[in-house]
């Protein structure tokens, strides 16, 4: 099973910018299908963005459309979020998640992966 492991996040003001990465280790990254969620207090954990495993595809929350660009770099076994125009409404625990696929598809729910790092904190302030 891969392990994860999140960066990059950390305090920043309204319309700032922060790239997270996602680190993975123990298996091979290109094999795993790859998403990032976030989960602010006292609300559920909910889709961010989504990738394949080759990069070819990707999905997005509305409310990130425009503004988040997920990618991945499989010889580095690294997964980015770059956010851009960040809103307070932003601030969350995001996490990045892996599901071992054989195909090409994307996985939007959190409950399709089995594999969750431990999360890096994002503030925006207004």
């Known amino acids: 099973q891969v392990q994860l492991v999140e960066s990059g996040g950390g305090l920043v003001q309204a319309g700032g910018s922060l790239r997270l990465s996602c680190a993975a280790s123990?298996?091979?990254?290109?094999?795993?299908?790859m998403g990032w969620f976030r989960q602010a207090p006292g609300k559920e954990r909910e889709f961010v963005a989504a990738?394949?495993?080759?990069?070819?595809?990707?999905s997005y929350a509305d409310s990130v459309k425009g503004r988040f660009t997920i990618s991945r770099d499989n010889a580095k076994n690294t997964m980015y979020l770059q956010m851009n125009s960040l809103k307070p409404e932003d601030t969350a625990a995001y996490y990045c998640?892996?599901?071992?696929?054989?195909?090409?598809?994307?996985?939007?729910?959190?409950?399709?992966?089995?594999?969750w790092g431990q999360g890096t904190q994002v503030t925006v302030s207004s």
């Open positions: 998640a892996a599901q071992g696929a054989t195909g090409w598809g994307l996985y939007l729910r959190k409950d399709e992966y089995d594999t």
């Open positions: 990738i394949n495993r080759s990069g070819a595809r990707t």
């Open positions: 123990g298996r091979t990254f290109s094999g795993y299908a």
